[in-house]
C-alpha cells in the first residue's frame, strides 16, 4: 500500500485497516514459524505498510 493511499482513508477507516493487517501479520509470523513461507518478502513489506499506517496516525494526532 502506498502513502498515497494511506493519506486518502479516514481516521476510521486506517484505524480499522491498521488491526487487520497486524492481526494478518502476527498470523503470517506464526505460520512461518511453523513452516517456512515461500516469499519472505511478503512479511516485510506487511511490516512497512503497518509501519506508514502508524507513522500517518501519529501525524494526523499532531496536526490536531
Known amino acids: 500500500m502506498k502513502?498515497?493511499?494511506i493519506r486518502?482513508?479516514?481516521d476510521s477507516e486506517l484505524k480499522e485497516r491498521l488491526e487487520a493487517?497486524?492481526?494478518?501479520y502476527t498470523n503470517m509470523k506464526f505460520n512461518h514459524h511453523v513452516s517456512p513461507v515461500e516469499n519472505y518478502s511478503a512479511i516485510k513489506k506487511l511490516r512497512r505498510d503497518?509501519?506508514?499506517m502508524k507513522c500517518?496516525?501519529?501525524?494526523r494526532e499532531l496536526n490536531k
Open 21 to 24: 493487517e497486524v492481526a494478518n
Open 8 to 10: 486518502e482513508l479516514t
Open 3 to 5: 502513502i498515497t493511499e
Open 56 to 59: 500517518e496516525l501519529r501525524q
Open 50 to 52: 503497518i509501519a506508514r
